[in-house]
């Protein structure tokens, strides 16, 4: 129970910690006010509670596909999200630099409520076997520790980079996580049958397996699968190309912009 705690609190902190301290550098280097952080905490927290006291009623919905498809359906929210805070962070005018709070807010709220119902439920279970209630606390410890600390460690590498890199490396990053939300909706509409299956692409489990923390951290920062299948690849790349083309945009359309108020003056 003990090693099981960590895996399991260590992939799901992981994912939230890392979104996070990408979602914060992006913020600090906008010049923007860090209080969407605690907003987006609170209601990640209630939302979290409210998903895990409900999810066996909706595991039951859609012929028993209820959760598969409501997580999907949460990640591609994600995905959307980060595509808008590509587009307003390049975006010249003022009104999208506004919303990117909120945005930010709302991202890390739906993130948290994903990771954060799964570990309600988990430990939640362990309370009715007391015998393994002290190992599975102090594993789920460890393991949030691990995932906590890799945020904080990935927050200061990105503000240590050059000030003309940050910004372009916190898209990049924010584009992997668009392509793991992608592949990984796929994977679970993939088994509540609304999309075919399709033939694995590859097998790396032998040289780097997902259960492994360097497993874990590169799943959570890039989407690392060791079996993905060929819908998978194929959504990751379209959640990759969603990202960093709607951040792409939104400096071609600043740039257009600022030509055409040079040819006015």
């Not at 709070?101 to 799964?118: D, H």
């Not at 393994?132 to 990935?154: C, D, N």
């Not at 690392?224 to 194929?234: D, I, K, N, R």
């Amino acid at each position: 129970m003990f090693l099981n705690s960590v895996v399991l609190i260590l992939q799901e902190i992981l994912e939230a910690a890392l979104l996070v301290s990408i979602l914060l550098v992006l913020s600090r280097h906008l010049q923007l006010s860090a209080r969407w952080l605690p907003v987006g905490m609170i209601l990640g927290g209630f939302g979290a509670l409210i998903l895990s006291v409900n999810l066996a009623t909706i595991s039951e919905w859609l012929n028993y596909a209820g959760q598969e498809v409501l997580i999907a359906s949460i990640m591609l929210f994600v995905l959307s999200l980060l595509a808008l805070i590509g587009l307003c962070s390049t975006s010249p005018l003022p009104r999208s630099r506004h919303s990117l709070p909120y945005l930010m807010s709302l991202c890390v709220a739906l993130a948290l409520s994903r990771e954060g119902a799964e570990i309600v439920i988990y430990l939640g279970g362990i309370l009715h076997h007391q015998e393994s209630v002290q190992p599975t606390f102090i594993g789920a410890g460890i393991g949030a520790g691990i995932g906590l600390s890799a945020g904080i460690l990935l927050y200061f590498s990105l503000l240590s980079l050059p000030a003309g890199w940050i910004f372009c490396t916190c898209m990049l990053l924010l584009a992997l996580i668009g392509g793991t939300m992608a592949s990984q909706a796929t994977l679970l509409l993939t088994q509540a049958d609304w999309i075919g299956y399709s033939p694995v692409l590859w097998d790396s489990s032998k040289w780097l397996p997902e259960d492994s923390i360097p497993g874990h951290l590169l799943y959570a920062l890039v989407g690392y699968e060791a079996t993905p299948s060929l819908f998978q690849t194929v959504a990751y790349g379209l959640g990759f190309l969603f990202v960093s083309t709607a951040a792409t945009s939104g400096r071609v359309s600043g740039f257009f912009s600022h030509r055409k108020n040079m040819g006015d003056k």
